[in-house]
């Protein structure tokens, strides 16, 4: 191919739209629970599928959970708040929206792992039972007798 310019002229068919319009958006899920600190990527679906759109994401309280430019929510504090994402740009007549419910947890996760030693047991021998508590929640747990 010889070196030179090269021209892209766009062609329209008659009858064409030169612009689309996005006639709905969806999320994966609804409803998301998180622990605080914890995040979660919501994934959007445009209708056309061909449609790359831009997106503005919105927290109704942020100190509940935040939410970036990509759709990424971070559980801040707890309580329940609304994420909104808004479809919008060049070509499109009306924003169009969707919204997803995220709580935030607070609360400690317990796991409580039982151990016995030996297995068994002879007379008058001793039994040892072990009990491994561990906190995998992101509330601390305070022990009392």
Do not use: R
């Not at 971070?74 to 909104?84: L, P, R």
């Not at 947890?105 to 072990?130: E, F, H, M, R």
């Amino acid at each position: 191919m010889p070196a030179g310019n090269v021209t892209i002229t766009p062609v329209f068919e008659a009858g064409v739209p030169d612009v689309i319009d996005v006639t709905g958006i969806t999320l994966s899920t609804t409803t998301e629970t998180l622990s605080v600190g914890e995040t979660v990527a919501l994934e959007t679906f445009v209708q056309p599928a061909n449609m790359d759109p831009e997106m503005i994401w919105t927290s109704l309280d942020p100190s509940i959970a935040t939410v970036d430019e990509n759709g990424v929510v971070t559980a801040v504090a707890s309580g329940v708040t609304t994420v909104t994402v808004t479809v919008t740009g060049n070509g499109i007549n009306a924003p169009v929206t969707a919204t997803e419910t995220v709580t935030a947890d607070t609360a400690p996760a317990l796991t409580i792992t039982k151990s016995i030693s030996p297995s068994q047991v002879v007379d008058n021998q001793q039994i040892t039972y072990t009990f491994v508590i561990q906190n995998t929640g992101n509330t601390p747990v305070v022990a009392t007798d």
